[in-house]
C-alpha cells in the first residue's frame, strides 16, 4: 500500500477519535477519491505516493475552484469552508514553488535544452520544454504558472 495512502487512513482515524468533523470529512473524500481512481481503469490497481498525490492535487483545485465560485456568489460562509477542506488536503502536498524558484528551473531548464540541442529552443519546441519542466516541478507547481514562465524564456 502506498505510503501516503496509510497516512491518509491513519490520520483519519485519528480525527475520527478527536471529534473532528471537518478533518474527517476532508480525509474520508480524499481516500474515496484515491479509491476511485484505483477502480478506473479496465483493471483494479494500487496507487503510488505519486498518484495519490496527484489526486489529492486535483482535489484541493477542486476546492479552491468551489471557493471561488461562491465566493462570487456572494455565499463567503460556503467559501470559507471550502478554502479549509482545501488547505486541509495542501498539509499532503509538497511545498509549492515561489515565482523566483519556478523562473530559476525554467531558466534552468532552457539552459541545459540548448547544450543539448547546440541552439537556443524556439516557441516549436515549447512542448519539450513544458515536458522537461513539468518533470522537474513535479506537482510543486501549477501548469498554468508554468506555461508563461516558459513562453517568455523561449520568446525572449
Known amino acids: 500500500m502506498a505510503e501516503l495512502k496509510s497516512k491518509l487512513r491513519a490520520d483519519l482515524t485519528a480525527a475520527m477519535k478527536e471529534r473532528d468533523n471537518t478533518v474527517t470529512g476532508v480525509l474520508r473524500m480524499a481516500l474515496a477519491a484515491v479509491n476511485v481512481e484505483e477502480v478506473s481503469g479496465k483493471q483494479a490497481r494500487e496507487l503510488t505516493d505519486e498518484e495519490v498525490l496527484r489526486v489529492l492535487g486535483k482535489e484541493a483545485k477542486k476546492r479552491d475552484e468551489s471557493a471561488e465560485a461562491f465566493a462570487a456568489a456572494g455565499r463567503d460562509d460556503q467559501a470559507a469552508a471550502e ?8 498539509r499532503y502536498l ?3 514553488l515561489d515565482d523566483a ?6 531558466q534552468d531548464t ?13 516557441m516549436k519546441q ?9 518533470a522537474k516541478v513535479a506537482g510543486r507547481a501549477e501548469g498554468g504558472r508554468v506555461a508563461p514562465l516558459v513562453k517568455s524564456a523561449l520568446a525572449g
Open 110 to 122: 532552457v539552459a541545459e535544452l540548448t547544450a543539448e540541442l547546440g541552439e537556443k529552443p524556439g
Open 126 to 134: 515549447m512542448g519539450q520544454v513544458m515536458k522537461a519542466v513539468n
Open 94 to 96: 509538497p511545498k509549492q
Open 101 to 106: 524558484e519556478l523562473a530559476q528551473l525554467v
Open 83 to 90: 478554502r479549509a477542506e482545501g488547505e486541509i488536503l495542501r
